[in-house]
């Protein structure tokens, strides 16, 4: 399952991340390719036949001078392509999951490694910190970070651009995200501290004075590189979840930037109608599925293979 999971997710991390150049670029009317809108072909549903650009336009015509477009994941209420929507999407699903769990980890690596090796008063007041923060609702407090940095944008009176806007949107949810995901990476990191200081080769670091920076460097790093490396495949499906919920609920990644979870919203809207359009919500779901499990695949056996256990075994 581990080998499934890496190759779903180096396969969906080629498909989405590589091709974002040529999704969120501009085609040859001067509009980025995962907002053009073409009102003729609204909500079409899936299909690998070729469309006309206009209804005038007969197919065969269209398709002999290169003009006729394949929609194999449907369109949207305003006609864009949902396949290019999905995969600029995706992109940015994953950079925002990515980027949260790298600085969490990163959060988290230094808080726990400075509680486990000062102790005393310093490893008490730093994990109290952590303690209150778990007792507070995670996703409450990003939707009130979230919510706050529109706030305050707002209230600046600047007249901002849409691209200027969302670019802020995306590094307060990415910094919103990682903010609170990092407090588990601190207690492991802090548990592996603390039963590395009493070993024999920090003793004797301590002995000859060896640098803290060194000692971290040299000595403590190396140990930690498998816990960081299993609850670092941990966390990122969980900062991708959380994307997508935020998203989900309007607060996350804005129209007209497309994210997974801002497109399964969109898609669930139009289960109420009479003429129910399934693929709106399948293919964002299913991105969403597909790298969640492989994610948690990979962890897993990540962890299994670095188990101490097994590995005195």
């Not at 299913?286 to 962890?303: C, D, H, K, P």
Request: aromatic share 8%; proline share 5%; net charge positive.
């Amino acid at each position: 399952m581990g080998r499934l999971g890496a190759v779903a997710l180096g396969t969906m991390f080629l498909v989405c991340v590589l091709t974002l150049p040529w999704t969120v670029g501009r085609d040859a009317d001067g509009v980025r390719r995962y907002e053009a809108a073409d009102l003729s072909q609204i909500l079409l549903p899936p299909s690998w036949a070729a469309h006309a650009p206009d209804e005038k336009i007969r197919r065969d015509e269209a398709v002999a001078e290169g003009r006729a477009t394949l929609y194999v994941f449907g369109t949207d209420r305003l006609g864009r392509d949902l396949f290019v929507r999905c995969l600029a999407g995706g992109g940015i699903s994953l950079g925002i999951g990515l980027g949260a769990a790298m600085l969490a980890v990163l959060i988290g690596t230094i808080w726990g490694t400075v509680a486990g090796y000062f102790g005393a008063r310093t490893d008490a007041v730093l994990m109290r910190i952590v303690d209150i923060l778990y007792g507070l609702p995670t996703i409450l407090l990003v939707v009130l970070l979230a919510v706050a940095s529109d706030g305050l944008i707002d209230r600046s009176g600047r007249d901002l651009s849409p691209g200027v806007r969302g670019m802020i949107g995306l590094a307060t949810l990415l910094l919103a995200i990682s903010g609170v995901s990092w407090l588990t990476m601190a207690r492991v990191i802090r548990g592996q501290v603390l039963s590395l200081r009493r070993q024999p080769f920090m003793e004797a670091c301590r002995a000859t004075g060896v640098p803290l920076h060194r000692v971290f460097l040299l000595h403590l790093l190396p140990n930690l590189t498998g816990p960081i490396i299993v609850y670092a495949t941990l966390t990122v499906p969980a900062a991708i979840l959380a994307e997508s919920f935020l998203s989900f609920l309007g607060i996350g990644v804005r129209e007209p930037l497309p994210s997974w979870g801002n497109l399964a919203s969109a898609g669930l809207s139009e289960l109420n109608t009479v003429r129910v359009r399934w693929w709106l919500l399948f293919w964002p779901c299913l991105f969403i599925g597909i790298t969640l499990l492989a994610l948690n695949f990979v962890g897993e056996s990540l962890r299994q293979v670095m188990d101490p256990r097994r590995r005195v075994a």
